[in-house]
């Protein structure tokens, strides 16, 4: 292993060797440890024209002394992100049923249109009458978005579902402030996303949490309770994160309209909805969608995301500025005059190169395929409730939508827990659900195949969680240590978070 | 439909070993009246090719021949071939938060690989995985401040980016957290640092200010430095230009940076997905928003990284969180990674100069015209300047439109005391024979019809 004698250790003696690796795709080293002074991996086009001296141009803001950044070769480049992309798991590779994210198939035709120059070279600031292409896009995308929804309005400026959120609670607040009265709290069901309470917090309104009933769904008769005039709304994510419809939505919408509270949907799980049902219809005030969930734009490793939030008219005026507008004679272009929006909630437009992607899925799927995609999504979910459920705990019987949530609690008598099993379904090849959340399931196991499962996939996985719940009688502790088929074992996650060490630091010279 | 792994058969079987009949029963929990028994009123299914058709269209209702000289906080520079040939990636694209770190190291290395050029570019000790981008970055970053010095009041500069303060506006609003707005020099375009000094106050949780600023001028930041510490204020930098880094002296003297990092490989795409990030002194770091990934090593000793004191995060700690954000922008802080990596210590330099000399000549050219002149052109810049015509900037943008030229973004919408005023951004991609097309048309007055 020549080739990997000149990586140094590192200065705290971590083993960046150690073993010899199985092969050397796998000692891949940090990209500054691969670096050498005067390779190079760009070449400038010619400069057409005088060269300036920055020294004398910039004076005291010149910088004398440059970042260390790395510096290689094209190739050495294309081999090391394509090695580290190796150690990746991914959808591409096999079912990945995190629960609550949505991880479906990411369309490559939508990589392809969204790359198209026209759109992707377009400058946001560049003069409406050369963004017509672009704002055809928008509008199409608000339209269905808005009949997918039942909603009367769209934006699509924030960035990811946390910021829908954050602008869909503005659209609240600000409606309350124009009837006289912001109110003060927003209520959460216990069952929630933690960006609920985060946001509600971020908008200035205190966060009452408001237990489930024993079948995991909103209580009524608490509700009816906790809702006064102080409420300014109840962020609900329908289907639940347990996966379980509210089938009491348009009770829950009216015991909150009574006290002129609104209903704020958390879309995040609409996966189980597009095409069969339509918040709009049930009682749903705003909400916001994740185009990276339901609308297939690619997770990437952890975004960008987008999240679109729906409103009914009555909120319509404090949308976000720019608003699109459409003229008499099919011209657009985007309104600035709005007095009472919440203002702005990021640049420019959005993430539009997701509205694209987006698009480019509903395009591919009309309302058929729509459809047809909700229901094999549920499908997916009910046929592995229906072949797990007599090894797993069901901690809540009501029928499962999109996704199932099972407990660890037979598997914690033996001293195993959902983290452990999550660990070992690596080994089997699978990505693992969301583990111990929600949080009012003890121990929990949450899983969403999505509809891009074959069966052959969702029978694969069904057997290795059996396989894992007769390890866990069998052999504990292969459990409990697993995984075993990694390129790293268990990480010390302790000790990251208190020594923190975020950067690699040059070797004092 | 296409993307849908199962056969009629295969359905109706999955049913019969779930015990239902049909697919309506799994739906039953919906109440019969608010199910849907229609059709949705969207554009029937399409076939790839007529996908591709549709968007091509779109495109070409702008012809990309088109030369812009816009800036403004979003920048054309050219994109290396491998950034898109690796973020493509099915390991990279489809994957997601790395909250499982066994099986998503690239990711995360990748990240670790990310925030060091990042702390490394901007002279700051750490950085995290990303922001949405630079508007709200800057606005988390100021609240990021507030958390830290416990303080409640926060003085902005007038020359940060226009849409970052009407997004910080919107972010602060419900915090009880009153800003103040410091004006500009009217000779350097610099913020006016008499009029800083006597905003400061005890109460004053951070300085905000862009360098360079909106006009294309870098700010004298160790002056504003002092002033804001004086105070036991921080100063909070946002950099809209990443590029400029590699030639100008990076905000040592800053608490905390806040950066969009779009310049670094990624596609205009009409605003986004751009890639925001904050950095900070080490001190700050458990005041910080987003994810951060760390070194450690595994049950063997190997080194290996995960995501970090993930305890200042919206799942953990709920509504007491340092900020609500969960997903972020990481394939596009990999562009920007790869982008970093195939420019390295010394091209990151030349391209910059590159754009200094651009934007040189631009401004050169420009203002050869004698109906033309630079304003505050007495200030150090990188590769904007501000233009005032003595013609009202629509007249002549008709004419460059003529040409297929964009010219300079009108400022007067953001600043109405400005007259005639635009501001003019060019890149190393803009050729010399467009800048002196546009210098020509600038200069041919029209004849009075």
């Known amino acids: 292993m020549t080739t990997t004698a000149a990586i140094p250790q590192t200065p705290a003696g971590i083993r960046t060797l150690g073993k010899v690796r199985p092969h050397q795709t796998q000692n891949e080293a940090l990209v500054f440890e691969k670096s050498s002074p005067g390779k190079k991996a760009y070449r400038l086009a010619q400069l057409d024209v005088p060269e300036v001296d920055p020294a004398a141009l910039l004076g005291d803001a010149h910088r004398k002394v440059s970042g260390e950044l790395p510096e290689l070769s094209e190739i050495e480049i294309i081999r090391h992100f394509t090695r580290l992309s190796t150690w990746n798991y991914a959808i591409d590779l096999g079912m990945y049923p995190l629960g609550s ?7 490559r035709v939508n990589e392809l249109v969204a790359r198209i120059e026209g759109l992707a070279e377009a400058h946001p600031y560049r003069p409406d009458y050369l963004s017509q292409g672009q704002l055809d896009v928008i509008d199409l995308l608000q339209q269905c978005l808005i009949e997918i929804t039942g909603m009367d309005a769209i934006t699509l400026q924030p960035a990811a579902g ?96 009574a006290k002129g509270a609104l209903l704020y949907m958390d879309g995040a799980n609409m996966n189980a909805l597009v095409g069969k049902a ?22 990437g490793g952890g975004g960008p995301g987008s999240g679109p939030v729906a409103c009914k008219a009555f909120l319509e005026p404090f949308l976000p500025i720019p608003v699109l507008y459409t003229n008499k004679d099919g011209q657009k272009g985007w309104n600035y005059d709005r007095p009472q929006s919440v203002g702005r909630v990021r640049a420019f437009f959005g993430n539009t190169g997701m509205f694209i992607r987006a698009l480019a899925y509903i395009l591919a799927n009309g309302p058929d395929g729509l459809r047809q995609t909700t229901e094999d999504a549920v499908l997916n979910a009910n046929y592995i409730r229906a072949k797990l459920e007599d090894v ?85 502790e292969l459990v409990k240590t697993a995984p075993h088929s990694t390129r790293v074992s268990r990480l010390d996650e302790v000790t990251a978070a208190r020594k923190p060490i975020l950067r690699w630091r040059p070797e004092p010279k | 439909m296409r993307y849908l792994p199962k056969s009629p058969a295969e359905r109706l079987e999955m049913l019969q070993e779930i015990g239902v009949n049909s697919i309506d029963d799994l739906f039953s929990v919906i109440p019969a009246e608010y199910r849907l028994t229609r059709d949705l009123d969207i554009p029937r299914q399409h076939g790839e090719s007529e996908i591709i058709d549709w968007f091509r269209t779109a495109a070409a209702k702008y012809t990309v021949r088109h030369t812009s000289f816009l800036g403004a906080g979003a920048y054309r520079h050219y994109r290396p071939v491998i950034i898109d040939s690796l973020v493509q990636r099915g390991e990279f694209l489809t994957s997601y938060t790395p909250y499982q770190a066994e099986i998503t190291q690239g990711t995360l290395q990748a990240i670790f690989e990310f925030q060091t050029m ?101 700010e004298d930041i160790p002056a504003i430095a002092a002033i804001a510490h004086a105070k036991g204020a921080l100063l909070v930098v946002s950099i809209a230009e990443a590029i400029s880094l590699g030639v100008v002296r990076p905000p040592v003297e800053a608490d905390i940076v806040s950066m969009e990092a779009q310049s670094f490989g990624v596609a205009l795409s009409y605003g ?26 595994d049950t063997n000793g190997y080194r290996g990284f995960v995501l970090t004191l993930s305890t200042r995060e919206q799942h953990i700690r709920r509504e007491k969180a340092t900020s609500n954000i969960c997903t972020n922008q990481a394939l596009v802080a990999l562009m920007a990674t790869i982008f970093l990596t195939i420019y390295g210590k010394e091209g990151i330099r030349e391209l910059a100069e590159h754009n200094l000399a651009k934007s040189a000549y631009t401004e050169k050219v420009l203002c050869a015209n004698p109906g033309a002149k630079a304003l505050f052109s007495g200030a150090p810049r990188f590769h ?16 460059l439109r003529g040409e297929s030229i964009v010219g300079g973004i009108d400022l007067s919408r953001w600043y109405p005391e400005m007259k005639n005023a635009t501001l003019w951004c060019t890149t190393e991609i803009v050729p010399r024979e467009k800048i002196d097309i546009a210098a020509k048309i600038l200069a041919a007055v029209p004849v009075e019809a």
């Open chain 1, 101 to 107: 994210c949505t991880m479906k198939y990411n369309p």
């Open chain 2, 384 to 399: 904007e300047f501000v233009l005032q015509t003595d013609e009202a900037p629509a007249a002549w943008n008709q004419r």
């Open chain 1, 162 to 257: 946390a910021h829908g959120e954050f602008t869909g609670i503005l659209l609240v607040r600000a409606w309350h402030e124009s009837q006289g009265n912001p109110r003060r709290k927003i209520l959460i069901p216990d069952s929630a996303h933690g960006t609920n309470p985060a946001t509600a917090a971020h908008c200035g309104y205190e966060v009452q949490n408001l237990k489930s009933n024993a079948l995991g769904m909103v209580d009524l008769e608490e509700l009816e309770r906790v809702v006064d005039e102080d409420t300014a709304a109840l962020m609900l994510t329908n289907p639940s994160t347990i996966g379980v419809f509210e089938s009491d939505i348009a009770k829950i919408a009216a015991i909150l309209h």
């Open chain 2, 118 to 218: 990042i702390a490394e570019l901007t002279g700051m000790d750490v950085a995290n995985a990303s922001m949405y981008d630079g508007s709200t970055g800057a606005a988390e970053a100021v609240m990021m401040a507030v958390r830290v010095t416990g303080r409640h009041k926060a003085v902005i500069a007038r020359t940060v980016h226009p849409e970052y303060r009407e997004v910080l506006a919107t972010y602060t609003k419900h915090q009880g957290l009153p800003t103040s707005s410091v004006g500009y020099d009217k000779e350097t375009g610099r913020i006016d640092l008499a009029a800083l000094e006597a905003a400061v106050t005890e109460e004053t949780s951070c300085v905000l200010v862009q360098s360079p600023n909106f006009f294309g001028i870098i």
């Open chain 2, 272 to 297: 986004g997905p751009y890639v925001g990030v904050i950095a900070a002194k080490e001190k700050y770091l458990r005041q910080m928003p987003g994810r951060l990934v760390g070194q450690t090593t």
């Open chain 1, 392 to 476: 797993y705990e069901l901690p809540y019987k009501t029928a499962s939508m999109h996704e199932v949530v099972f407990s660890d609690k037979r598997q914690a008598a033996k001293g195993v827990r959902t983290g452990d099993i999550a660990k070992r379904l690596i080994d089997y090849g699978f990505h693992p659900y969301t583990v111990s959340f929600p949080m009012i399931v003890s121990g929990a196991l949450m899983i969403e195949p999505t509809e891009s499962e074959s069966r052959e996939e969702l029978d694969l996985f069904i057997d290795a969680m059996r396989a894992i719940a007769q390890e866990v009688e069998d052999d504990p």
């Open chain 1, 278 to 299: 339509r918040p709009g219809d049930f009682g749903v005030d705003v909400m916001h969608l994740n185009l990276h969930k339901t609308f297939s734009t690619p997770h």
